[in-house]
């Protein structure tokens, strides 16, 4: 009789490496071989429950892992590694054969936002937070001014922005507008553009 028994995997695609490691042992999965432990970014030290998003959060986890004494701290944690794609499943397996049954439910789809390296006296700690890749939807287009030449790079022929009149100074989308000043009369004041607008 067969025993099966569950294993959780997970892999980090960086630049340059991919990180494969599973909570002990090792097995073979989607062409690639993961491991209790890798050589420079060591074992899985904690997965902190994965919480779901409300209003303007997204859903997240908090990972651990536990890199080895070896590995330098420039090459645990860069700004390349940033919107790198994380993935988590969970599978069965038979235990006799080592082989993986059915296909593994995957548990989370995200990337990157941010690694933090703690070191203590006897502790290394790699920290991750991994979002979900619906992160992106509420990343700002701080660049993006509102004027007629960027409005025609995106709807190109479309000339609403042409007659637009009476704004002294650029507003950026995404960005936050200056505080109006005092109110007087003869003038109305927008928080939208930021300025006073004669009438």
């Known amino acids: 009789m067969e025993r099966i028994a569950l294993i959780s ?8 490496a991919t990180v494969r490691l599973c909570d002990g042992g090792f097995i073979e999965f989607d ?3 993961y491991e209790g ?3 420079l970014f060591g074992t899985i030290g904690s997965v902190q429950a994965m919480t779901e998003g409300i209003g303007e959060e997204i859903p997240a986890l908090e990972l651990t ?8 701290p420039a090459d645990l944690s860069q700004p390349g590694y940033q919107r790198s794609t994380v993935r988590a499943w969970v599978a069965e397996y038979v235990q006799e054969t080592n082989a993986i ?8 789809h995200g990337q990157i936002d941010q ?3 703690k070191v203590g006296r006897a502790t290394r700690e790699l920290s991750i937070t991994v979002v979900s890749t619906a992160e992106r ?16 790079s995106i709807w190109p022929g479309e000339l609403g922005h042409d007659n637009a009149i009476g704004l002294t100074v650029p507003v950026a989308w995404g960005t936050d507008a200056r505080p109006g000043t005092g109110g007087a009369s ?4 927008g928080r939208f553009f930021g300025e006073r607008i004669p009438l």
């Open 115 to 117: 690694t933090s390296l």
């Open 31 to 33: 062409g690639g071989l």
């Open 137 to 152: 939807l509420f990343m700002l287009n701080e660049g993006n001014s509102l004027s007629p030449r960027w409005h025609k």
């Open 186 to 189: 003869g003038a109305i004041e």
């Open 9 to 16: 995997l997970l892999r980090i695609d960086l630049p340059g």
């Open 65 to 72: 892992l536990l890199p080895p004494e070896t590995s330098a």
């Open 37 to 39: 432990a890798d050589p």
């Open 101 to 108: 049954v059915g296909t593994p439910d995957l548990l989370f």
